[in-house]
């Protein structure tokens, strides 16, 4: 059985660097030619894809936020995680990890991700 969970400090003053982890259990996340992402949803909006990291650990960001993201991976722990520098209040949201990749980066598609963690709140504030 797959299972993501996501961890991380829920609350993160403004300018610092939003860091989470997702750690994946069931499958490899080197196996599979499968694709991990991090999605979030802010307050009052809709879902919105931040970027993946492959099976083969290739990155693929949001134009949005890629100058201001970074994702990584740890094979040795099954884990990837999610860098977002230079937080504002506007990127407050829960935050998921998920198993799968948009076919377009701009428009959010539910099927097209098939395992996700149970999601975390992530409060941007001073």
């Known amino acids: 059985q797959v299972k993501l969970q996501e961890s991380g400090p829920g609350l993160v003053k403004p300018s610092q660097t939003l860091s989470l982890t997702c750690t994946v259990s069931?499958?490899?996340?080197?196996?599979?030619?499968?694709?991990w992402s991090w999605i979030r949803q802010p307050p009052g909006k809709g879902m919105e894809w931040i970027g993946s990291?492959?099976?083969?650990?290739?990155?693929r960001y949001s134009p949005s936020l890629k100058n201001r993201t970074s994702i990584s991976r740890d094979t040795s722990k099954n884990q990837f995680t999610l860098a977002l520098s230079s937080v504002t209040p506007e990127d407050t949201a829960v935050y998921y990890c998920?198993?799968?990749?948009?076919?377009?980066?701009?428009?959010?598609?539910?099927?097209?991700?098939?395992?996700w963690g149970q999601g975390t709140q992530v409060t941007v504030s001073s």
């Open positions: 990291i492959s099976y083969s650990g290739s990155t």
């Open positions: 069931g499958v490899s996340i080197t196996a599979g030619y499968d694709y």
């Open positions: 998920a198993r799968g990749f948009p076919t377009i980066a701009t428009i959010f598609r539910r099927y097209e991700y098939k395992y």
